[in-house]
């Protein structure tokens, strides 16, 4: 059921999905304090695996190295080049590969080439910048915020099922990483409503579900969608194989997203998170990994049979995918339009949106989080009202 009885105000202005100044201020107070789902741990599978991506506060590498996970800036103290520009590999040392400097795992120097040449330099000086990295079941999250609380903290109500829907998840089918041309809050709101459904994805999902048979939680963290399960002839398979395993499988589909940017769902034995990466004001890059339930080697039969359903499934999950974001810089390109015929209108089974947006202005420092008060809080270019109309 959903929690409003009646249609919501949509309350940020098309100023919020476009705007620098208004981008800026959201990166300084919602986002960079954020922990960012960023891999599953599988991705650094031996001693010395690194990964390297484009974050919101620039090029960060982790590295796993003593039986950890580590994650640096990716900008050497040297001369200020990335370490490495790989998006993957192994490395046995922590080593810029400009002039090769290295590093030990704490991201101190270790040795530089030649180091009487940089004298008068005194040992330890010179580092890597630390970035925050914190682990929930598989999946590996950065903070870059020093004083962010713990990501189990962060996650709230949702750290525990988060947990228990993704320990085991040691099989990653699907990672991807997609650059978009809109703000990224478009997407998080795609994410957060169902109402879409029947227009978008009439031929992957079929209508939406009635209201009786779905559920809205909102919380202080976030919210989170419950509907039934699809019907399909693999469900009672993967039932089983669940029970193979030795735990219950979810019978319906979960969709969580933790505020701001963090979507997660539990469906049968599939996990997946989506962590929508700004990079400007009118772009994102969304990542994506879904991950399904394994014995860890214990019953190989098992995990071959759920590697055959999850690839079934994974082919469906794809083009739902592509048709949201072929969709979605549409909707950026209404939002960029200079007049508008009002400010927008939101359905109590979009609902879990104005709760996202009431939650950011709250942030932002808008204090009844209605959209009059933003013009206050940052610089915004509104759209002047044609003569007779309205912008
Ligand atoms: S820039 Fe890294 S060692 Fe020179
Ligand atoms: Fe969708």
Known sequence: MFVSDTHLPQLLPPAAYTDAAWYQRELETVLRPAWWAVALEQELPAEGSFVSFDHVEGPVLLRRSGGRIHAYRNVCPHRLAKLTAKSCGTCPVLRCEYHGWEFDDGGATRRIPDAPSFRPLEKGRLGLDLI????????????????????????????????????GAGWCFWKTEIDLPVNWKLVIENNLESYHVGAVHATTLGNFPPEEACGHHLDEH??????????????????????????????????????????????????????????????????????????????????????????????????????????????????ESPRHPGPGLVSRREERITHFQRWLLDRLGATDGAADHVADVVPVRRPVAPKGGVA
Do not use: N
């Open 222 to 335: 976030g919210s989170r969608f419950d509907a039934p399960g699809d019907g399909s002839f693999l469900k009672p398979i993967k039932r089983h194989l669940a029970w193979r395993l030795g735990r219950p499988m979810p019978e319906g589909y979960s969709h969580s997203v933790v505020h701001p940017t963090l979507m997660w769902i539990a469906v049968d034995v599939h996990a997946g998170f989506q962590s929508i990466v700004p990079t400007g004001p009118t772009s994102c890059r969304i990542v994506h990994r879904s991950a399904g339930w394994q014995s860890m080697g214990r019953k190989p039969l098992v995990d071959w049979a759920i590697r055959q359903v999850l690839r079934t499934d994974l082919r469906v999950w794809k083009r739902i995918i592509r048709e949201d974001f072929v969709m979605l810089p549409q909707v950026q390109a209404g939002m």
């Open 132 to 167: 925050r990295v914190e682990q929930v079941g598989p999946v590996v999250f950065i903070s870059f915020d020093p004083a962010a609380p713990p990501v189990r903290e962060w996650l709230g109500g949702d750290a525990e099922p988060f947990e228990t829907h993704f320990r």
